[in-house]
């Protein structure tokens, strides 16, 4: 059994595949600035990645994460009228590495140094529109999910 994810910019998707088989669909968020590769870009990069760690296991849902650190806090809408310009990071995080050199590895283009992840978000912002500041947003319960169902190393291919 071999998993593995598929993310399309453009339909707003991500797929979980077992072998060549669809075991799940979830709708997502990627960037508001569209794919690109550069840091500073804020946009959701393209190719093959891979799961480098999982972050949040065990943690209640809608954990707040800065740095990948859970700050103590559980994400209310009161907490977020009190902090509107926040980029919240809540329940899970599957940090992504690239695996292709001069696309999405390395240099300024590395997706690992620009902290892209698969990680939860307040559900109201899953609209099914990119708005991400370049990372895969997924609702909580959705996120949770995805989490207990991959590991280290899973395959994850991104495109437009």
């Known amino acids: 059994m071999t998993l ?3 993310v399309s910019i453009a ?3 991500l797929i979980l595949f077992e072998d060549e088989q669809v075991i799940k669909r979830y709708p997502i968020s990627t960037a508001k600035n569209g794919p690109g590769q550069l840091k500073g870009s804020e946009c959701t990069p393209t190719g093959w990645h891979r799961i480098r760690v999982k972050i949040g296991a065990g943690a209640p849902i809608n954990s707040v994460f800065i740095g990948r650190r859970q700050t ?3 994400y209310t809408s009161q907490l977020a009228a009190q902090q509107p310009a926040r980029d919240w ?3 899970r995080i599957l940090w992504l590495s690239g695996l292709e ?3 999405n590895r390395y240099g300024n283009v590395d997706s690992c140094w620009r902290y892209i992840y698969i ?3 307040p559900d109201e912002l899953m609209c099914g529109v990119p708005a991400s500041h370049g990372c895969i947003r997924m609702a909580n319960a959705d996120v949770i999910e995805l989490f207990d169902a991959v590991q280290p190393g899973c395959k994850v291919m991104i495109h437009a």
Do not use: A
């Open 89 to 91: 990071i809540l329940s």
């Open 11 to 13: 339909s707003q998707q």
């Open 101 to 103: 050199p001069g696309h």
């Open 4 to 6: 593995h994810l598929d």
């Open 119 to 121: 990680h939860g978000c």
């Open 72 to 74: 103590g806090e559980i």
